[in-house]
């Protein structure tokens, strides 16, 4: 990513991270035990708060503060921000997630430590779910923007219907047309992004390149039918730059 920003994705190995619609019991300890995991080896220590979203397919993005100084303790935290599909904040030891199981999960960062995690279907493709968490960074004071794509279902496996197709490429362009394996009509998410990172003013870095209904090792909701969701958590491992 950029400057201080670090984003990491999870597969399926690492469980159903999920904080809710789970079995009784579980709650948000899978998705606290995983953060605290991936985030413990950095120069600042772990995260403290994991902020996650009742994601809608929208573009409503939600901005998250640092904790009051009752609210840190000693371990993970698992917050629900409320319903949106992208999260912003410049906090560090502060973790933003969305969980997935073939949308996109696209990373954002900037060289000033704010960043973001957007959960992009392709609704919220269609409606600037990207741009508008871009927007809501650089609000925020981020100047160049930097985002990364993770594992989500590409076009040879996501027949697409004509029609929807059609309202998609209307408002990103034809370079998001497909086709499956079989030659059906298809939605390349990727190539979605891209455009979307792209009419943002962002620029674009490597993520994880990898295809959740054929690659193995990620859930998928079309191409099995999964419950069970993956997790990208974006957070800083440094206090912002100070000019």
């Known amino acids: 990513m950029a400057g201080p920003v670090r984003a990491v994705w999870s597969g399926a190995t690492d469980g159903d991270l999920r904080p809710s619609g789970r079995p009784p019991g579980r709650g948000a300890e899978d998705l606290e035990r995983w953060a605290a ?10 995260v403290r708060r994991v ?5 809608v397919h929208g573009s409503r993005v939600v901005a998250v503060g640092p904790p009051s100084a009752g609210a840190v303790t000693a371990e993970v935290t698992a917050v629900d921000a ?6 912003v904040s410049g906090a560090p030891s502060t973790g933003l997630c969305v969980l997935t199981a073939d949308c996109a999960a696209v990373a954002l960062g900037s060289d000033e430590g704010v960043f973001a995690a957007v959960h992009a279907g392709w609704r919220g493709l269609v409606g ?4 508008a968490a871009v927007d809501a960074m650089r609000a925020m004071g981020a100047t160049r923007v930097v985002g990364a794509l ?4 590409h076009a040879s496996c996501y027949a697409f219907s004509p029609d ?4 998609v490429a209307g408002r990103l362009g034809d370079t998001v047309r497909g086709r499956t394996g079989d030659g059906r009509p298809a939605l390349d998410i990727p190539a979605a992004v891209s455009v979307a990172l792209s009419s943002a003013g962002a620029d674009q870095t490597v ?3 990898r295809c959740t209904a054929c690659a193995g ?11 069970g969701r993956q997790a990208l958590l974006v957070w800083s491992v440094a206090p912002p730059a100070t000019g």
């Open 37 to 46: 995991g991936v985030t413990a080896a950095g120069p600042a220590g772990r």
């Open 217 to 227: 090792g990620y859930f998928s909701h079309r191409a099995r039918g999964d419950r």
């Open 164 to 167: 929807d197709l059609d309202r």
């Open 207 to 209: 993520g994880v390149d």
């Open 150 to 153: 993770g594992p989500c279902v």
């Open 51 to 55: 902020h996650w979203l009742d994601q």
């Open 82 to 87: 409320g319903s949106g599909d992208a999260l």
């Open 128 to 131: 600037g779910v990207v741009g």
